[in-house]
């Protein structure tokens, strides 16, 4: 697709579980995978897992579709500012779309037959880690070993949780787009 549209390199940025498929296309596409943002994210199967009362509430998509449930489960499940602040869950969960059980299946299925663990020390790109100091789904102690491992890395821990990267827009975005800024020679 990048390339119909006249992009031979780009940078990406994963939230999540979109964090692992970011850790994918930056090994699949050395060469065209410029700089790589990982934000609330581990390294597939092989990670330090969240406490099991959080896992359960994760194992079904039932989050997804009771508006009510998940407006009850933020704080716990997201952590940081959602804890204590009512009005910021509201806001963000307000208008969320469905999600199938299907899909939810899949992605679930997909997370767990999936590690970046072996490669991480093949990823040669600049890669910025944000990650929560209060996030519930994916320990802190996550991030510090993708950073210990991806050569080329940075870790920013900020004070929040899961959704951080929502929640402190303000501070976390000048961050990105700092990061994602700086002119790169050619990586060798």
């Known amino acids: 697709m990048l390339s119909r549209l006249g992009y031979d390199r780009f940078d990406v940025l994963g939230i999540s579980w979109g964090g692992g498929l970011a850790q994918q296309v930056a090994f699949q596409y050395p060469r065209r995978c410029r700089r790589v943002v990982l934000v609330s994210t581990a390294r597939g199967s092989l990670m330090v897992p969240a406490h099991p ?3 359960a509430k994760m194992i079904t998509p039932r989050r997804y579709v009771e508006p009510e449930y998940a407006m009850s489960i933020a704080a716990e ?9 009512p009005a910021l869950v509201r806001e963000l969960l307000h208008d969320r779309a469905k999600v199938s059980r299907r899909g939810y299946v899949m992605q679930l299925l997909a997370g767990a037959g999936w590690t970046s663990l072996p490669a991480l020390p093949l990823i040669r790109q600049p890669v910025l880690i944000l990650a929560g100091g209060d996030d519930p789904i994916v320990p802190l102690v996550n991030a510090r070993i993708m950073h210990r491992l991806l050569p080329h890395s940075v870790l920013h821990v900020y004070d929040d949780g899961h959704l ?3 929640t402190l827009a303000d501070q976390l975005g000048p961050l990105v787009a700092d990061f994602l800024s700086v002119v790169d020679e050619e990586l060798a």
């Not at 499940?77 to 602040?85: A, M």
């Open 77 to 85: 499940l997201y952590g940081g500012r959602l804890r204590d602040e």
């Open 164 to 166: 951080g990267l929502v």
């Open 53 to 55: 009362r959080v896992l």
